[in-house]
């Protein structure tokens, strides 16, 4: 699969299989003036080590931002991390012990399962639909005591897929009542250009125990690398007061702390309400680009295949039928100057050979048309060579 | 301990127990032009995601710097890491089991201790003297096979002490004869003021293996913190391929890669010879912050205290009566207003009480003057309360 995933990386392909948010939405000017003002002001500081909590104005401010859409937490309960990767790991290194199990979605996020692993950490997969995990699956599975739950409730990677208003509610009472803590990773939350917004589990939890604040059950992590940019690896983890602690013990040990300087520019580039603006704005360019792949599949793809329609983030998730496999379609699908993930990579089991994941945030919609129309063609090939009868 | 050295934070103190470098000598001009050269020429790569072994124009550049003192190295033997803390974890995590033991000096770097302790290493300590290690307790050591030795054979921190060149010839032979790898961590190399620079342990064992490039048995550890700024959290680590490889995984489940834009803008600040400039700078300044301390250590300190005499790098460490604590006696020290590190904190098995450590790079030579005299004033009245005859 290592070397497979290496054509991916082929200069000059029309490419499906990133995940990589629009270079064109990059606020460079702001980033300007931001650098110059911080270096200019506070240099010495942004130079400096700091503490490895992280830059306290830039927490306060996600405290302030993450009130807005109902995770009512005080600064203190966010630890600034190196990425949201970093904080997949961190809570790794303090919860995971060789062979604890980790319920998740299936498909779900590579990154994840690519930290857990380095602590031997099995899985136990939850299978989706097009609103998210499957209740009746869900239950069991709380039931049999698995470490942490593990989800992403919008716009899910690689799935597409937003888990609805109903089974958050009931993954949050479940949880719960079988005492099982929940990792909300929710790097696309605010990429929502179609539907309504709908409360995050940390939200959902703490309205459900009829708190105003933040229960702690549920550990949430989101990141700027979708809606400032991913070059700062600026990510955040949101965790009760005595998780919190030891997984700054953790960071200390890993890395110190995360990067004053860029800490520091983002505060500076994202204050004043620009950062709302931006989102604005990425949500209109993905819009476009969401809208454009999925007209370019319904016009080209050939019949048995099926696609998510997502109502935010970057991807959608595409079924062929089942005797097509999309791992040994690549290499074709390469030749002809396309490229895309092979859905299998993101499952716990190794199954999902029939599916892909396809980003639409990275091209324009010119290039996406003809992209989807030169990968139709070849499953349509492949189709036909695959379904014809002996 | 952790309450206790709490205190060294109490604001307003003349403080000699951080690690932290001058803020005078930050290079703040050089980083405003360079991020706005990265932002402007370069600015959607700045801010993109980009590969987890680093921005290959700053390890090309790593590279050829490090040729200059001998280790001679491809760029593909250097991942860019979030400060050399990170590498320490890296390394832990890929090589490390519960219960493994590490060969260190005693006393060590407190961070390579905590970065260890999280995958439960155990430690065998060698003690060091003005030489550095022991070699006659590092053979007992070494026969006795821990999974590796780690090593900081410049001005180390804690004691300031260098590993002169008859025992870094010796420690590569016997580590090569026991087979036991050597993590070599030298941050503070580039800062030597006084002496002749001598060939770190990488160079010495291509040197006694009689290969002219790299030969592998030493992973070396390096960082821009003490020679640009900490506040970037950039280092690196040089390893055999094969090694280099398991790190890159180890660190893109850990947070993926380190920030595109702060590594840009480190090579364009660096670039050029200026870091070599700046580095000519930092010596002079921390020269004479070391002669101003040892002019106060030797005018003010009653008789029976001792200290080294660093050639380089950012500590002194000093030794008190026998009978003396260094942890009970920093609360009074905090009251009159001057602060150091108990020497105890960075000895694996607790011993060490009578030591502490003494940072000079961070305050000018005045207030150094005036916080050995006060530390002095302290250690002169607890010595002579503990040593007068009942």
Redesign the interface.
């Known amino acids: 699969m290592r070397e497979l995933l290496k054509l991916i990386d082929r200069p000059g392909l029309i490419s499906f299989a990133?995940g990589?948010?629009a270079?064109e939405v990059?606020p460079?000017e702001q980033?300007?003036a931001a650098?110059?003002r911080v270096?200019?002001e506070h240099?010495?500081?942004?130079?400096?080590?700091?503490t490895t909590e992280g830059y306290p104005k830039l927490r306060e401010m996600l405290a302030r931002h993450m009130a807005r859409y109902g995770i009512v937490v005080g600064a203190d309960n966010i630890l600034i991390?190196?990425?949201s990767?970093?904080a997949l790991?961190l809570i790794g290194?303090v919860f995971l012990n060789s062979g604890d199990r980790i319920a998740v979605e299936r498909p779900t996020y590579l990154?994840a399962l690519?930290?857990w692993?380095?602590y031997q950490a099995e899985y136990v997969g939850i299978t989706i639909d097009h609103e998210g995990m499957k209740i009746e699956e869900l239950e069991d599975i709380l039931r049999s005591g698995p470490k942490f739950l593990y989800a992403l409730p919008n716009f899910q990677n690689p799935s597409g897929v937003t888990l609805s208003l109903t089974r958050r509610r009931r993954l949050v009472e479940l949880a719960d009542h079988y005492g099982v803590p929940i990792i909300e990773d929710d790097p696309y939350g605010q990429l929502r250009f179609a539907g309504e917004h709908l409360l995050p589990l940390a939200a959902l939890d703490a309205k459900a125990r009829r708190q105003k604040a933040y229960s702690g059950n549920v550990i949430y992590i989101s990141t700027f690398?979708k809606t400032l940019?991913?070059?700062?690896?600026l990510g955040w983890v949101v965790a009760p007061a005595e998780v919190l602690q030891r997984l700054v013990l953790?960071k200390?040990?890993?890395?110190?702390?995360?990067?004053?300087?860029?800490q520091m520019v983002a505060y500076e580039t994202a204050r004043g309400g620009f950062l709302d603006r931006h989102v604005r704005h990425i949500r209109a360019v993905y819009r476009e680009r969401r809208d454009a792949i999925l007209a370019a599949l319904k016009r080209h793809m050939p019949p048995g295949v099926s696609w998510t329609e997502p109502e935010g983030g970057l991807f959608i998730w595409a079924v062929l039928p089942e005797d097509l496999d999309a791992v040994s379609l690549l290499p074709e699908a390469v030749e002809h100057g396309v490229a895309f993930v092979p859905g299998t990579c993101f499952f716990d089991n190794g199954s999902g050979k029939n599916t892909m994941r396809l980003n639409f945030s990275f091209m324009p919609p010119g290039k996406i048309e003809e992209g989807i129309k030169r990968l139709a063609g070849v499953i349509a090939r492949v189709s036909s060579d695959v379904l014809r009868p002996a």
Chains 1, 2 share one sequence.
């Open positions: 990133g990589l948010p270079p990059f460079l980033f300007k650098a110059l270096l200019s240099g010495t500081q942004a130079l400096q080590y700091s991390t190196q990425s990767q970093q790991d290194k990154g690519q930290a692993n380095a690398s940019a991913p070059g700062l690896r953790a200390q040990g890993a890395d110190l702390h995360t990067g004053t300087f860029v």
